[in-house]
């Protein structure tokens, strides 16, 4: 491909990008894999080229640009070698005309800029492991290094294929970001507990929480996403995770699936849908998904999933609000709701050697402590 075959191509698939986040299509690295699958053509040198320009084009937009070309052209004001790739080539974008639509730049939508402005969220993601201490003790891979803060983290230089790596085609490794790693240290799961993972998705804490639990006891993963949560048990095998089970929920009707879990668990984890502010740094487009709307919903989500976890616990469990988001209305606002509306419950401190207080509990950032955004928070079932 030429350079401007490949800036072209870039433009190509951010138009795909802005439609999906504009109709809650695909997200922008399935999008990629699809649109090289069918162009043989493209070497590798091409794709790795026109997926940084699509990247690139789209942390600088805050706000969903109009098309594609909107958003190259908005990356290519002040690089004039960039522009220049705009000659009208064949297979290249026709020249830049002048009062042509561009993307603004900013690092959030504007409509969020005073809450999550200058937390870190356009900086590079690192790539973490967690060790699997049910296979394996301290181990060392070619070019990582320990995490600064979780105590079973690996962080891998750019652009290791993890599953050609042995440690974890093994199981004695699993992908989890470093402020994910602290918040499933921060449940405080150990041996013998009952523990119910009410929003487990594909496993990545739920596994997290049976190592701490070094294999003994019982963890019931639910979720109401029947997809993502027939990943959990491959995943459970390869880890050699013994003790969870998983429990596909109705959405709305959480209760009636757990009713045999009343009153019985130790520990509650609510890893609740949220808006994924705190995932930015690796899905930048999801930035044009959020709208004030698709906020509240998932804020009211998250508050009715919590009063359906406060009723599984046995008195004086412990209840772990999680979410993977910045904002006060899904993190501290939320938990605070709670404990307003259960006023026999209390907030339990929240250890560990990274984030700040917020509220109830804690929140991680990208800018203040190098992981995910997170909050969690620790609430207290009355004796």
Not at 92 to 121: H, K, M, N, T, Y
Request: contains cysteine.
């Amino acid at each position: 491909m030429t350079p401007q075959a490949r800036v072209q191509a870039a433009i190509d698939i951010l138009d795909e990008v802005i439609a999906a986040a504009r109709d809650a299509g695909a997200a922008a690295d399935v999008i990629v894999q699809r649109y090289f699958r069918t162009r043989r053509y493209a070497g590798s040198k091409d794709r790795r080229t026109v997926r940084d320009l699509v990247y690139a084009a789209i942390r600088r937009a805050g706000e969903r640009p109009e098309t594609g070309r909107a958003a190259m052209i908005g990356l290519a004001d002040g690089d004039p070698a960039l522009a220049a790739l705009f000659d009208g080539s064949t297979h290249g974008p026709a020249p830049i005309e002048a009062g042509e639509p561009r993307a603004g730049a900013a690092e959030v939508p504007s409509w969020l800029e005073d809450r999550l402005g200058g937390l870190g969220l356009l900086t590079r993601a690192p790539l973490d492991l967690r060790i699997n201490r049910l296979k394996t003790g301290p181990i060392a891979i070619e070019g990582a290094r320990p995490t600064p803060y979780a105590p079973d983290g690996l962080r891998l230089p750019d652009a290791i294929p993890i599953e050609h790596l042995p440690e974890y085609e093994a199981g004695l490794v699993e992908v989890q970001d470093e402020g994910s790693q602290l918040v499933t240290q921060a449940c405080g799961a150990a041996p013998g507990m009952t523990v119910v993972d009410l929003c487990a998705g594909a496993g990545g804490k739920t596994l997290g929480l049976a190592a701490a639990m070094a294999n003994a006891g019982r963890i019931v993963a639910c979720d109401a996403d029947r997809q993502r949560l027939s990943r959990l048990m491959p995943r459970a095998g390869r880890a050699g995770v013994a003790i969870v089970e998983t429990r596909l929920l109705d959405g709305g009707r959480e209760s009636l699936a757990l009713e045999d879990l009343a009153g019985g668990a130790d520990l509650v984890v609510v890893d609740a849908p949220c808006s994924g502010t705190g995932t930015w740094r690796r899905n930048p487009e999801a930035r044009w998904r959020l709208t004030p709307e698709r906020l509240a919903r998932v804020a009211a989500l998250q508050a009715r999933l919590l009063d359906v976890a406060a009723g599984l616990l046995k008195p004086g469990g412990i209840l772990v609000h999680i979410v993977c988001s910045l904002l006060d209305e899904e993190g501290a606002g939320q938990a605070e709701a709670f404990l307003a509306r259960h006023p026999d419950w209390q907030s339990d401190p929240v250890a560990l050697p990274a984030g700040s207080p917020r509220g109830p509990g804690l929140r991680l950032t990208p800018a203040d402590d190098g992981t995910d955004g997170f909050f969690v928070a620790r609430l207290k079932a009355p004796c």
